[in-house]
């Protein structure tokens, strides 16, 4: 940890020792905003200060960047489910279509009622949906971030 001479949160000169600042009360070599070392104003995402060239936090310190592929559903999970288990809406829940899930569920829970036509209807969506996320032509999931392999 360096020595800080400035309070990154608001740039006001630390004493010798300080733990927090006088000024704003912050916790020394806390904050973005200012260079620990001259005390000039810093972008919030600056590894070196522009002024002095001081390192004002290292690589590790860095916010990691998010992987597309860590968030992304995978596109057989969904077209498999969509074959299998299409009529429970199983596929569209998975992938955030709840409005659409409920539909299929609704449908298919009707078919009691109507003698089993909603279900064979219910399970005949599920199923083209299936078809449709394993050729590609659903591609994204219900918060529009596409699919992966």
Same mark, same amino acid.
């Given at each position: 940890?360096?020595?800080?001479?400035?309070?990154?949160?608001? #740039?006001?000169?630390?004493?010798?020792?300080?733990?927090?600042?006088?000024?704003?009360?912050?916790?020394?070599?806390?904050?973005?905003?200012?260079?620990?070392?001259?005390?000039?104003?810093?972008?919030?995402?600056?590894?070196?200060?522009?002024?002095?060239?001081?390192?004002?936090?290292?690589?590790?310190?860095?916010?990691?960047?998010?992987?597309?592929?860590?968030?992304?559903?995978?596109?057989?999970?969904?077209?498999?489910?969509?074959?299998?288990?299409?009529?429970?809406?199983?596929?569209?829940?998975?992938?955030?279509?709840?409005?659409?899930?409920?539909?299929?569920?609704?449908?298919?829970?009707? #078919?009691?009622?109507?003698?089993?036509?909603?279900?064979?209807?219910?399970?005949?969506?599920?199923?083209?949906? #299936?078809?449709?996320?394993?050729?590609?032509?659903?591609?994204?999931?219900?918060? #529009?971030?596409?699919?992966?392999?």
């Amino acid at each position: 940890m360096p020595n800080n001479k400035y309070c990154r949160h608001c #740039g006001a000169e630390l004493g010798a020792g300080d733990a927090f600042c006088r000024k704003c009360g912050a916790p020394a070599g806390r904050g973005n905003h200012y260079c620990w070392n001259c005390g000039k104003p810093t972008d919030e995402n600056a590894v070196v200060c522009v002024n002095c060239g001081v390192q004002l936090k290292s690589m590790s310190d860095q916010p990691a960047y998010s992987n597309a592929d860590t968030d992304s559903k995978s596109k057989i999970a969904a077209g498999l489910l969509g074959i299998f288990l299409g009529g429970l809406g199983i596929h569209n829940f998975y992938l955030g279509y709840t409005s659409k899930a409920v539909a299929q569920l609704v449908l298919l829970l009707l #078919g009691f009622l109507t003698f089993g036509i909603t279900s064979i209807i219910a399970g005949i969506w599920g199923f083209v949906e #299936g078809i449709l996320i394993l050729t590609g032509s659903i591609s994204t999931d219900g918060s #529009g971030k596409p699919l992966k392999d």
